[in-house]
């Protein structure tokens, strides 16, 4: 059975679906953001909604502020994993994977991989750059920051993957019976709830090209390699990075990272690169090395 009709091992009734959707959501923004909320409280901030991000940051530390930022994703998690097995009645393996058991050498190819390929981005950047980058390690909040990044951060990752390409793309998939179709519809979904994120409103709607086009590739992956794995350590490390090795003033993450990226915002070379160049060769690495059948033929789910 291939990873989209794993679905049927459970209810796929529209009743089901639209229950897991209300309380994922519903525990994300309800018991999700209550920590957030009391701790605003502890600090005699106002909880309606007026105090700004950059304000709570400062009254609660960087690696504080992340941790709570990240809480209703973890929330979330929990949610839809329990709705996968009370409400869906089928096993939670089946949100991951088409394999027996979840493939963490899979898990860890993808995350070396990107990891590599964003090691190799940023060296470039630094040194070809007129000093944007400041050395801003910090001994009493780093390792703690680390922590969190191992621990918490793929929490969060997680819980987009088998939202977006295990509930979501199983879901749709079902109705489209087309993987390709299915890919790009999860991929473009996944962009546009980007939108929300700082980096839009600082770089403009531009970057959402580059978050759809990130969602398509993992959605791509997923659908070929039957499975959340590759997609998994992709999202894990990419997510780790951006909160632990480099950052900015303006990303959705705000840490106490290694560098602290001094540049002028733009949507810039490193940017195409990932989507033209190594989006690509980290596809046809993993088609190589996992021996994925040849193109992204259109077929109807289970006659492939």
């Given at each position: 059975?291939?990873?989209i009709?794993?679905?049927?091992?459970?209810?796929?009734?529209?009743?089901s679906?639209?229950?897991?959707?209300?309380?994922?959501?519903?525990?994300?923004?309800?018991?999700g953001?209550?920590?957030?909320?009391?701790?605003?409280?502890?600090?005699?901030?106002?909880v309606?909604?007026?105090?700004?991000?950059?304000?709570a940051?400062?009254s609660m530390?960087e690696?504080?502020?992340?941790?709570?930022?990240?809480?209703?994703?973890?929330?979330?998690?929990g949610?839809?994993?329990?709705?996968?097995?009370?409400?869906h009645?089928?096993?939670?393996?089946?949100?991951?994977t088409?394999?027996?058991s979840?493939?963490?050498?899979?898990?860890?190819?993808?995350?070396?991989?990107?990891?590599?390929?964003?090691m190799?981005?940023?060296?470039?950047?630094?040194?070809?750059?007129?000093n944007?980058?400041?050395?801003?390690?910090?001994?009493?909040?780093?390792?703690?920051?680390?922590l969190?990044?191992?621990?918490v951060?793929?929490?969060?990752?997680t819980f987009?993957?088998?939202?977006?390409?295990g509930f979501?793309?199983q879901?749709?998939?079902?109705?489209?019976?087309?993987?390709?179709?299915?890919?790009?519809?999860?991929?473009?979904?996944?962009?546009?709830?980007h939108?929300?994120?700082?980096e839009v409103?600082?770089?403009?709607?531009?970057?959402?090209?580059?978050?759809?086009?990130t969602?398509?590739?993992?959605?791509?992956?997923?659908?070929?390699?039957?499975?959340?794995e590759l997609?998994m350590?992709?999202?894990?490390v990419?997510?780790?990075?951006?909160?632990?090795?480099?950052?900015?003033?303006w990303?959705v993450?705000?840490?106490?990272?290694l560098?602290?990226?001094?540049?002028?915002?733009?949507?810039?070379?490193?940017?195409?690169?990932s989507?033209?160049?190594?989006?690509?060769?980290?596809?046809?690495?993993?088609?190589?090395?996992?021996?994925?059948?040849?193109?992204?033929?259109n077929?109807?789910i289970?006659?492939?």
């Open positions: 059975m291939n990873f009709n794993l679905a049927k091992q459970g209810k796929t009734s529209f009743t679906y639209l229950t897991t959707f209300v309380l994922v959501i519903a525990s994300m923004l309800g018991f953001l209550l920590p957030y909320t009391i701790r605003l409280k502890q600090l005699g901030l106002p309606d909604g007026t105090v700004s991000p950059q304000t940051m400062e530390g690696n504080q502020f992340l941790v709570l930022q990240l809480m209703p994703f973890i929330i979330a998690l949610m839809l994993l329990l709705c996968i097995k009370f409400v009645r089928r096993p939670i393996i089946s949100l991951f088409t394999r027996k979840f493939d963490w050498k899979r898990f860890f190819v993808s995350f070396s991989a990107w990891g590599i390929l964003m190799t981005m940023l060296a470039i950047s630094y040194f070809s750059s007129e944007t980058y400041s050395w801003n390690y910090n001994s009493e909040t780093f390792w703690f920051l680390v969190i990044a191992l621990f951060i793929p929490l969060q990752t987009e993957e088998v939202f977006f390409r979501l793309f879901a749709t998939g079902s109705l489209f019976q087309r993987g390709l179709t299915t890919a790009l519809f999860t991929g473009i979904l996944f962009g546009l709830v939108g929300a994120n700082p409103k600082t770089l403009g709607i531009g970057i959402l090209a580059y978050y759809i086009g969602g398509i590739f993992l959605g791509l992956i997923t659908w070929k390699d039957e499975g959340l997609s350590g992709f999202h894990a990419n997510n780790i990075f951006g909160a632990v090795v480099v950052t900015n003033s990303q993450f705000q840490s106490d990272a560098w602290i990226d001094h540049a002028i915002p733009s949507f810039g070379w490193d940017t195409l690169v989507m033209l160049i190594c989006f690509p060769l980290l596809y046809l690495f993993f088609a190589k090395k996992y021996g994925w059948k040849k193109g992204l033929k077929s109807p289970g006659k492939e």
